[in-house]
């Protein structure tokens, strides 16, 4: 008889291995190959170079230390930061419970019981004590490997995470700086415009000189003096700006409205380097790139996972403990035990199944298309980003020689007029002309800056 069960059982457990063979070599569960590949000419133009920007960390692209205190600051204190580190931390937690799904349960769960006879006088006669004191194991051994696979995916999760968090780094590194470039850009625009106001002060005054000599009407005088009213007006608007901005910076930092530290335009000057890198670097260095390749990893495992509901799971379970089986409180008890196992393989389930496994195809199929996409979108922005740089470089060189024409213009009108040989309208032309290629010429700095910035981030900069 003995020999009989132990051939019974080695036939199940032939079974078993079988089905475990089975599944093995049916690759249920091949493991996710990331996506390495790009379309080729990605940015639009061909690009040799592996070299990028990139891979500067953000301290060495931003050298101005004042502006590395503030994106220190916000790194530290900004809550979406906090948020996205918040999340790879409850990514981290649920990939390790799912390291420990492949340990068994226990679970120890004491009764206690007495029984007996109540008389009318409300004495109890015949008590009955009865204990146990069971330690329960519950083991699912996973013929179907899913326990494997949802490792897989809990860490699919928690890169995506990760991801997102580097990305929020980026984001929050490129704000920071874009504001605080705009503070320097206004600083400039202000020292301009106070320089300015000082020297059309001494325009007006000459000009009002040559009213009361006879040699100028007074609309000239109120020509002359609407302009300068009209710089102080910018002036006050530039402040203005400026208390903006700052406080702009202080809700990046978290922190109440104050006076941001800076230093002066161009005193700390961008990396002027503008290699692209190939396509692979991408690849690797943007965010929102792998955070696609992730979603799509964590698609391809809920797949293997949909399609691992089809094969059966084998359970273990046991059970060791004390009960005294009615005996009375005195008596150690005897040993408590029993062992299962059962394998449950599902047959029909209202076709749930063949659903769930249509639906997680068409969602992975969704995932790679998504994939796609960005991948084509940081190339675009790339070569937006590229284009934008060598622009702000081509207009820079033509901003220059049109202030240093125009300030010559300026000055021999300005002196032609002290003489009597040049009308006010001419030194006003000259004098608005050259105000307004002045701030173009510093607005184009700051677009060349933001240009530098944004092709930073996009080649996948600020994550390290």
Known sequence: ???????????????????????????VYKKYTHQTEAPDNLFGEQVS??????????????????????????????????????????????????????????????????????????????????????????????????????KRKSKAVLLQAEASRQAAQANIISTVAQEYYMLLLLDRELEILLLTDSLWDVSLETEKALWENGKVYSTAVNQMESSNLSVKLQIIDVKRNIRQVENEICKLLAITPQHIARNSWGQYTLPERFETGVPATLLQNRPDIRLADHTLEEAFYNTASARAAFYPSFNLSGLLGWTNNGGIIADPGALLMQA???????????????ANLKIAKYDQEDKLNQYVQTVINAGNQVNECLADCQTAQQKDVLYKRQVLVLQDAYDGTHELMNNGKASYLEVLTAQESLLAAQLNEVANLYNGSQALIALYIALGGATK
Request: charged fraction near 10%; hydrophobic fraction near 45%.
């Open 340 to 354: 299962a196992a059962s394998i449950v393989q599902p047959v029909f389930a209202l076709g749930k199944l063949r």
């Open 49 to 150: 170079d592996s070299t990028t920007i990139a891979e500067l960390s953000w301290r060495e692209f931003f050298t101005d230390p004042l502006l590395q205190q503030l994106i220190d600051s916000a790194l530290a204190h900004n809550t979406d930061i906090q948020s996205a580190r918040l999340t790879v931390e409850k990514a981290q937690a649920a990939l390790r419970a799912a390291k420990l799904a492949w340990l068994p349960s226990l679970t120890l769960n004491p009764q206690a019981a007495v029984s007996g006879t109540v008389s009318s006088a409300g004495s109890v006669s015949g008590a009955s004590y009865t204990y146990h004191i069971p330690l329960q194991l519950d083991w699912n051994v996973g013929i179907s490997n899913s326990v494997t696979v949802n």
């Open 1 to 27: 008889m003995k020999k009989n069960k132990f051939s019974i059982f080695n036939f199940q457990f032939s079974i078993i291995i079988a089905l475990l063979a089975i599944m093995t070599s049916c690759g």
